[in-house]
């Protein structure tokens, strides 16, 4: 299972400004029946950023209407251009979007009692002749937020990144503590789970704890740092 499916044309139908740097966008796809969506869904919208075409995903907000899909988007001066993209939308742009899906394929599963695999680059996977009887969440979710860039950078990445490529903006950043993990295959996602280490520098020296959530119960909870070797 894939998140990214078809990808469909739509119009940017207005924008409101919901507080300081914080805007709306109601985007209405160019077939639209309104359905529901789970909570949680998002879209990924194609951007341009240098000329270039580029994905972000964006979190729906609010419920289900007729009149489109909302999104809420930060303007991030220091990001990497999705933002800014966004931003300079005016009403009647056209956008291309993909429909809403969730990370509740993962609660889908857990509730058939079907096993789940989740699935990041495949760099470090061996795969059955015999397949796998079960649901795979392949991620594929992206966004890279710098968060603070002072002393020390604080960067919010999404599973599905190229680990590689945020290396390589880290080096190109000056951001010290990852730099001996370039060329190393694969998702930011799968680096937390492995320690993904290198040269005398392991993921667990730099990333924060997100927060995660059990596949059994569904619950959400933080680790103590003390927990990692565990994960590792
Ligand atoms: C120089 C070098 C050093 C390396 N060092 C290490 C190392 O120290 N340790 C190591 O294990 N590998 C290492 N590798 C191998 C490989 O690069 C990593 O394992 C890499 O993190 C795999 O990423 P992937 O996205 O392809 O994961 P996949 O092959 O898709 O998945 C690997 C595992 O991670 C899980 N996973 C993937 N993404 C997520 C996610 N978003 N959320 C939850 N679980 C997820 C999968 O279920 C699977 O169990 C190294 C490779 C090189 C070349």
């Known amino acids: 299972m894939r998140f990214i499916e078809t990808w469909i044309p739509a119009t940017l139908v207005s924008t409101r400004d919901l507080a300081p740097g914080i805007r709306e966008f109601l985007i209405l796809p160019d077939r639209f029946d309104g359905a529901a969506y789970p909570v949680g869904s998002h879209i990924n919208v194609s951007v341009?950023?240098?000329?270039?075409?580029?994905?972000?995903s964006y979190s729906l907000v609010g419920e289900a209407s007729s009149q489109g899909l909302r999104i809420a988007v930060r303007r991030a001066e220091d990001s990497r251009g999705g933002s800014r993209y966004m931003w300079q939308l005016a009403p009647g742009a056209r956008l291309d979007i993909t429909q809403p899906s969730s990370l509740l394929a993962v609660d889908w599963a857990r509730d058939r009692s079907l096993p789940l695999f989740i699935l990041g680059g495949g760099s470090n996977l061996l795969i059955s002749d015999d397949g796998f009887d079960g649901v795979v969440v392949h991620v594929d979710l992206r966004g890279v937020t710098v968060q603070a860039e002072d002393e020390y950078?604080?960067?919010?990445v999404a599973a599905g990144e190229v680990w590689d490529d945020f290396v390589a903006l880290a080096v190109s950043r000056g951001w010290?503590?990852?730099?001996?993990?370039?060329?190393?295959?694969?998702?930011v996602g799968a680096t937390p789970i492995q320690?993904?280490?290198?040269?005398g520098q392991e993921v667990s020296e730099?990333?924060?704890?997100?927060?995660?959530?059990?596949?059994?119960?569904?619950a959400v909870m933080r680790l103590i740092s003390s927990c990692t070797d565990t994960l590792a």
């Open 195 to 199: 320690n993904v280490g290198a040269y």
């Open 176 to 187: 010290a503590g990852v730099e001996c993990l370039s060329g190393i295959p694969g998702s």
């Open 206 to 218: 730099t990333i924060g704890l997100p927060p995660l959530r059990a596949r059994m119960s569904g």
């Open 153 to 156: 950078a604080m960067v919010r």
């Open 48 to 56: 341009t950023i240098d000329g270039l075409p580029e994905t972000r």
